[in-house]
């Protein structure tokens, strides 16, 4: 915006030599700069940090809202848009969350990790199929069918139901409980095998990639609206994608903190990062955290709704998850 005109915006009454001393003064400080001769100021990595540094202290509030709401009163995710298991719901408030701010929004997924398994159900589909469901103490459901080479003997499926919730029920899931369970030397040959049908079932449970599934809303929807100007951004913002390692690194820094994590451009270790701003909060239980969800974009982003929007869906996913799972 030029000088003249920023000067004459309602509730400034300076003139425009004023504000070209101003703008100077703030580029010489680190928080404007010129891409070009000819251009316009913009706000630096810098400027945008002094700018969320007041927003996240409630020195900022929303346009037009009344003097001390709380930021991100109005939500963008509403209670009754979330319904289903973990992963359903985590698809939905990623979806939710794009919709809201037209950012790429992600959602890591509780770690089994350090969670307990609350159930194991067995349950024969047909003779020579075996149904097993997973829940853990996070929501976590897991659930799939085991082809039987013969007919499965009903009263095994009763005992095996049995005696792996006596075993597992409430204890922290670990490679080394699952491996004592199924290898107990006291079973019979015949539960022994029975059991050893279900081990892959089981390492899947435990496994490291299972443990982190990362939930993405809005991908296909940013790529599909004309953005001409953003196309080079864009690219850069699916291939981050790729790069998953890093995304999960700055989502488990939000894991700690228990408030909104933001990230700006030349903040991040990882240059594939820093042309984009990540913000992060965890939900969870009270005690301990389970995932994360954020919301990533180009530095130059609204941050203040990107900010209420992490901030209100990392608490409505702490409610739910608090109420179904403990």
């Not at 080079?232 to 408030?259: I, Q």
Request: with cysteine.
């Amino acid at each position: 915006m030029p000088s003249k005109e920023l000067a004459g915006a309602a509730g400034l009454s300076v003139s425009s030599s004023t504000v070209r001393n101003e703008f100077a003064l703030l580029e010489e400080k680190g928080y404007l700069t010129h891409p070009h001769t000819s251009a316009g100021r913009v706000p630096t990595d810098l400027g945008y940090r002094e700018f969320v540094d007041h927003l996240m202290s409630g020195a900022l509030t929303r346009p037009g809202a009344r003097p001390g709401a709380r930021l991100g009163a109005a939500a963008a995710v509403q209670p009754e848009e979330l319904a289903g298991e973990i992963d359903t719901v985590l698809r939905q408030a990623t979806d939710a969350m794009s919709r809201a701010t037209n950012l790429l929004a992600l959602a890591l997924a509780p770690r089994v990790s350090g969670a307990r398994l609350c159930h194991v159900e067995l349950l024969t589909l047909h003779p020579t199929q075996l149904m097993y469901v997973f829940i853990v103490s996070t929501g976590g459901v897991m659930k799939g069918v085991i082809e039987w080479p013969r007919a499965v003997d009903p009263g095994l499926v009763e005992w095996a139901r049995t005696y792996l919730n006596e075993t597992l029920n409430d204890q922290t899931l670990t490679a080394r409980l699952i491996r004592r369970a199924l290898d107990n030397p006291e079973l019979s040959v015949q539960e022994a095998g029975f059991l050893r049908a279900l081990a892959p079932a089981f390492e899947k449970l435990v496994d490291e990639h299972y443990q982190e599934e990362l939930f993405v809303g809005g991908a296909s929807r940013l790529l599909s609206e004309p953005r001409p100007q953003d196309v080079s951004s864009l690219r850069d913002l699916l291939r981050l994608l790729e790069e998953r390692f890093l995304l999960l690194g700055v989502l488990r820094v939000a894991l700690g903190t228990g408030t909104v994590v933001v990230r700006i451009g030349s903040e991040h270790e990882a240059i594939a990062l820093q042309p984009f701003s990540v913000v992060a909060a965890s939900y969870g239980l009270p005690q301990r955290r389970l995932g994360t969800v954020s919301l990533v974009g180009p530095t130059r982003m609204d941050y203040e709704t990107a900010i209420a929007t992490v901030h209100e869906t990392a608490q409505l996913l702490s409610e739910l998850v608090g109420e179904r799972y403990e």
